[in-house]
């Protein structure tokens, strides 16, 4: 089993719509998830991330997380054109070690955005 | 300058060449990381140094050599590569290097002949 999992997609939404983007871990000791968003011929760039103690949001991003099912989830509100990317989602292995953890990152989800 | 810079952004080389990657970072973080990004793989982590000092080689393969002589900097040497050592190479940089978030430089395109 791979240690952190996305679908690839492309997930194809319309403008204005709600994008709901998942991601699969499979180290339960896992504290701390990311979420980076990664344009064409771009570096990953941080957009969220949290620790295992709640969800967050930030303008219209929401990240949640679901310990018992081991996944993390990023929700795009009213998705915009400029949001079309490929979503990167990277969960930290190790249980906590300040300087042997390490992240793992998923293959990423193509998210296209159309008008 | 901000953030974590890398250079040179495209570098194509033959395999019998040595050439190195340059990241600087600008956010006053102790950790910095060497990843390779290919097509359709997620990122592989290749080495993390936390305070100037190695604290992850991935098994990568000695025709890459990394080296951090400061908390801001950091090179990787390269050396007889090989056609599938052709990818994108990110440097990023942390506070700490326990799983916290990572900042990442625009990468190196390398390309071997």
């Known amino acids: 089993q791979k240690e952190v999992e996305q679908n690839s997609g492309p997930l194809s939404v319309p403008e204005g719509a709600i994008a709901s983007l998942n991601c699969t871990y499979s180290?339960?000791?896992?504290?701390?998830f990311f979420w980076y968003r990664q344009y064409s011929g771009k570096s990953p760039e941080l957009i969220m991330f949290i620790y295992s103690n709640g969800d967050k949001e930030d303008g219209r991003f929401t990240a949640q997380l679901n310990k018992a099912s081991q996944y993390v989830s990023l929700l795009i509100r009213d998705s915009q054109p400029s949001d079309s990317a490929t979503y990167l989602c990277a969960v930290n292995i190790g249980g906590g070690s300040y300087n042997t953890d390490k992240l793992i990152f998923g293959t990423g989800t193509r998210l296209q955005v159309f008008p | 300058e901000t953030g974590v810079t890398q250079t040179p952004r495209h570098l194509v080389m033959g395999m019998t060449n040595k050439k190195s990657l340059k990241c600087e970072q600008h956010l006053g973080h102790n950790a910095m990381y060497w990843y390779k990004q290919s097509a359709k793989k997620p990122l592989e982590l290749m080495f993390v140094?936390?305070?100037?000092?190695?604290?992850e080689n991935n098994s990568v393969p000695s025709r890459f050599s990394p080296e951090c002589p400061n908390s801001s900097h950091l090179f990787l040497h390269l050396h007889t590569l090989q056609p599938e050592d052709s990818a994108l190479y990110l440097c990023?940089?942390?506070?700490?290097?326990?799983?916290?978030?990572?900042?990442f430089g625009d990468g190196t395109r390398l390309s071997i002949l």
């Open positions: 990023a940089s942390s506070q700490g290097a326990g799983g916290q978030p990572q900042h």
């Open positions: 180290d339960r000791g896992s504290q701390s």
């Open positions: 140094y936390s305070l100037e000092e190695r604290v």
